[in-house]
């Protein structure tokens, strides 16, 4: 028996074609087959309208005209949306918007009020604070400090418009269709996830030689148990579940943690395992140069016949060629029986004389 592991570019190429193939394949299911079959099932077109619709209607999101979605606001447009959301679409008054979301009054306020014939009006949306000083300032350090306000007020809206949508998504009837349309796209990316890991990871390994993924197939890789025999088909379901739960879903939960670590066990442990590898008792090889049997007993019976044949050999020549059915001639220097000696014959002559 020769086990030559598989070397690790191999094993990279094959899962990255695997994980290609299985993502393109993913794609199509989840658009053509299992969203169509949740939209007419639930009803998921509806409820997506009525989510659209508030979102439009908080003046936070607008209609992206070249792809006709629903989208978020351009920074430019921040503080009119944050103004139109608190007073337009929550109903409160612009001297609480100044107040509250401007926090016009307070020490590290970026706004003052509005003035109305030189007195401040809190009825008007409040502007941006002079720079102190500027008229004593040079060109070059008005510019300055007129870069650092425009810093400043870029993220102040940016921050205001995070939490205006932080306070829709708070919203009880928005919240309810958010909660509804993501508990039924998880459910399309489980099923589809699912499917996809199944067919590409216990399917086709089953069906395959020796546990072979399309990938495998390609590189000439196949998987053998931990003591090098011929890999059974429990271990490839197990070596398929752990990959599946535990990798690839437990993945999606830890910013693609599992399965990284997964992977560096790989590259740096001896015999170049995975977890699930090590879970299922299995090792991936190079089939093209190396050797396994079924069992122990295949092996061993395999050994016997090399070394049978061994015994039959002297310094690789063979013994003889000559087979039962074909007896060896006699040698040219032995008399037959019927015809005698021709000295014997001579001698009898002489005598009679």
Same mark, same amino acid.
């Given at each position: 028996?020769?086990?030559?592991?598989?070397?690790?570019?191999?094993?990279?190429?094959?899962?990255?074609?695997?994980?290609?193939?299985?993502?393109?394949?993913?794609?199509?299911?989840?658009?053509?087959?299992? +969203?169509?079959?949740?939209?007419?099932?639930?009803?998921?077109?509806?409820?997506?309208?009525?989510?659209?619709?508030?979102?439009?209607?908080?003046?936070?999101?607008?209609?992206?005209?070249?792809?006709?979605?629903?989208?978020?606001?351009?920074?430019?447009?921040?503080?009119?949306?944050?103004?139109?959301?608190?007073?337009?679409?929550?109903?409160?008054?612009?001297?609480?918007?100044?107040?509250?979301?401007?926090?016009?009054?307070?020490?590290?306020?970026?706004?003052?009020?509005?003035?109305?014939?030189?007195?401040?009006?809190?009825?008007?949306?409040?502007?941006?604070?002079?720079?102190?000083?500027?008229?004593?300032?040079?060109?070059?350090?008005?510019?300055?400090?007129?870069?650092? +306000?425009?810093?400043?007020?870029?993220?102040?809206?940016?921050?205001?418009?995070?939490?205006?949508?932080?306070?829709?998504?708070? +919203?009880?009837?928005?919240?309810?269709?958010?909660?509804?349309?993501?508990?039924?796209?998880?459910?399309?990316?489980?099923?589809?996830?699912?499917?996809?890991?199944?067919?590409?990871?216990?399917?086709?390994?089953?069906?395959?030689?020796?546990?072979?993924?399309?990938?495998?197939?390609?590189?000439?890789?196949?998987?053998?148990?931990?003591?090098?025999?011929?890999?059974?088909?429990? +271990?490839?379901?197990?070596?398929?579940?752990?990959?599946?739960?535990?990798?690839?879903?437990?993945?999606?939960?830890?910013?693609?943690?599992?399965?990284?670590?997964?992977?560096?066990?790989?590259?740096?442990?001896?015999?170049?395992?995975?977890?699930?590898?090590?879970?299922?008792?299995?090792?991936?090889?190079?089939?093209?140069?190396?050797?396994?049997?079924?069992?122990?007993?295949?092996?061993?019976?395999?050994?016997?016949?090399?070394?049978?044949?061994?015994?039959?050999?002297?310094?690789?020549?063979?013994?003889?060629?000559?087979?039962?059915?074909?007896?060896?001639?006699?040698?040219?220097?032995?008399?037959?029986?019927?015809?005698?000696?021709?000295?014997?014959?001579?001698?009898?002559?002489?005598?009679?004389?």
């Amino acid at each position: 028996m020769n086990i030559v592991p598989a070397s690790l570019g191999k094993r990279t190429g094959a899962a990255i074609i695997d994980l290609l193939v299985a993502a393109l394949v993913w794609f199509g299911l989840l658009a053509y087959a299992i +969203q169509p079959i949740f939209n007419a099932s639930f009803n998921l077109p509806a409820i997506q309208e009525d989510y659209q619709a508030i979102q439009l209607e908080s003046k936070l999101y607008v209609v992206d005209e070249d792809y006709g979605t629903v989208s978020v606001l351009a920074e430019e447009d921040y503080d009119t949306g944050v103004l139109a959301y608190y007073t337009e679409y929550k109903g409160e008054t612009i001297a609480w918007y100044n107040t509250e979301i401007l926090k016009i009054g307070e020490e590290d306020s970026l706004f003052v009020y509005a003035q109305t014939a030189g007195v401040d009006d809190p009825t008007i949306v409040g502007v941006p604070a002079p720079i102190e000083d500027s008229g004593s300032m040079t060109s070059e350090e008005l510019s300055s400090a007129t870069a650092v +306000q425009t810093s400043n007020l870029a993220n102040f809206y940016y921050d205001a418009y995070t939490a205006a949508r932080t306070d829709l998504n708070a +919203q009880e009837d928005y919240a309810a269709l958010a909660n509804e349309l993501a508990y039924y796209f998880k459910w399309e990316l489980a099923i589809g996830t699912t499917i996809v890991l199944a067919i590409f990871y216990l399917i086709i390994p089953m069906f395959l030689k020796d546990g072979r993924t399309l990938g495998k197939q390609i590189f000439g890789l196949s998987l053998v148990n931990k003591n090098g025999f011929k890999i059974k088909k429990w +271990q490839i379901a197990v070596r398929a579940v752990v990959f599946g739960v535990f990798e690839i879903f437990g993945s999606l939960y830890t910013m693609m943690g599992t399965i990284l670590i997964s992977y560096t066990i790989m590259i740096f442990g001896k015999k170049n395992m995975s977890i699930h590898d090590f879970v299922a008792s299995s090792r991936v090889i190079d089939s093209k140069r190396s050797t396994w049997f079924k069992n122990a007993e295949e092996a061993a019976a395999y050994q016997a016949e090399l070394d049978k044949n061994a015994g039959k050999s002297v310094l690789g020549a063979p013994v003889s060629l000559i087979t039962p059915e074909a007896p060896a001639a006699p040698t040219p220097s032995e008399p037959t029986p019927s015809e005698p000696a021709p000295a014997v014959e001579e001698e009898k002559s002489k005598e009679d004389k």
